[in-house]
């Protein structure tokens, strides 16, 4: 995974392993330094990008690929969306893991 600064000619700002899994989608938390990273592998992952380690219980699988994740404005809650149609809320602000708040299915095809 490669952050680049968009503000300086998008010169290289930080480079990481992910570990051999492709990324399919990434978000900036929109107040700290960290980045969700969703992988073909099923797995959304967040690093603290000042020093470039995982976050610590920030870790979860889905049963299906994950196609895209966002923040919510205030950084409190997360949403998800799979290639089955699954779209998961998650509160990540009360604790050191991912706690499902919301899940709906959406129609797909």
């Given at each position: 995974v490669t952050i680049v600064d968009v503000e300086n000619n998008w010169t290289l700002a930080k480079s990481f392993d992910y570990g051999g899994v492709i990324p399919l989608s990434a978000s900036w938390h929109p107040?700290?330094?960290f980045l969700t990273i969703t992988g073909q592998d099923?797995?959304?992952s967040t690093v603290e990008?000042?020093?470039l380690r995982y976050a610590q219980g920030r870790f979860l699988r889905?049963?299906?690929c994950v196609l895209a994740i966002d923040f919510a404005p205030d950084g409190r809650t997360i949403c998800v969306g799979?290639?089955?149609g699954i779209v998961?809320?998650?509160?990540?602000?009360?604790?050191d893991d991912?706690?499902?708040v919301h899940e709906t299915v959406i129609g797909i095809g």
């Amino acid at each position: 995974v490669t952050i680049v600064d968009v503000e300086n000619n998008w010169t290289l700002a930080k480079s990481f392993d992910y570990g051999g899994v492709i990324p399919l989608s990434a978000s900036w938390h929109p107040k700290d330094h960290f980045l969700t990273i969703t992988g073909q592998d099923n797995s959304i992952s967040t690093v603290e990008t000042t020093n470039l380690r995982y976050a610590q219980g920030r870790f979860l699988r889905s049963r299906s690929c994950v196609l895209a994740i966002d923040f919510a404005p205030d950084g409190r809650t997360i949403c998800v969306g799979n290639e089955d149609g699954i779209v998961s809320f998650f509160d990540i602000s009360s604790s050191d893991d991912f706690v499902l708040v919301h899940e709906t299915v959406i129609g797909i095809g």
